[in-house]
């Protein structure tokens, strides 16, 4: 295997190994917020998901920005939208009952779900064909 093409497979798993960790935090967080949950444990899962979804999206902008990818901004959109659903739960924690909370959750897990499926998969289809 060329050294482009283990650098390919490597960034591939790698970023599938943090879809898992980000899927696994979103639904403790669901969890958290539909069974009422200790309030500080609550906001510190969402802190932790919100910085490790800053680093996962910035680590995959890069990632797209190096292979030259065609679907970068709309791509990027996503990320963007994801991070205001996230800042804005964070915003609505203290003030907003936790049932109402945890069906944004839920609604951001679809999204986020539906983003692997599909443009995540585009990105990593194009990594893995690359040169
Ligand atoms: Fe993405």
């Known amino acids: 295997m060329s050294d482009i093409k283990a650098f390919n497979q490597a960034a591939n798993d790698c970023t599938d190994g943090e879809h898992q960790v980000q899927l696994a935090l979103l639904e403790k967080l669901c969890v958290a917020l539909e069974t009422g949950a200790d309030a500080a444990n609550t906001s510190q899962l969402l802190n932790a998901l919100i910085d490790y979804s800053e ?67 585009r990105l990593a289809d194009h990594v893995r064909q690359g040169l």
Do not use: C, N
């Not at 920005?65 to 804005?88: A, F, G, I, N, P």
């Not at 907003?96 to 951001?108: G, V």
């Open 55 to 121: 680093a996962h999206f910035m680590s995959e902008e890069l990632l797209m920005r190096m292979k030259s990818y065609d679907d970068y901004e709309d791509h990027q959109d996503d990320h963007v939208h994801m991070l205001e659903v996230l800042r804005d739960l964070k915003a609505q924690l203290d003030s907003d009952p936790p049932t109402l909370l945890a069906s944004q959750a839920r609604a951001m897990l679809g999204f986020i779900s539906q983003h692997i499926a599909t443009r995540d998969k």
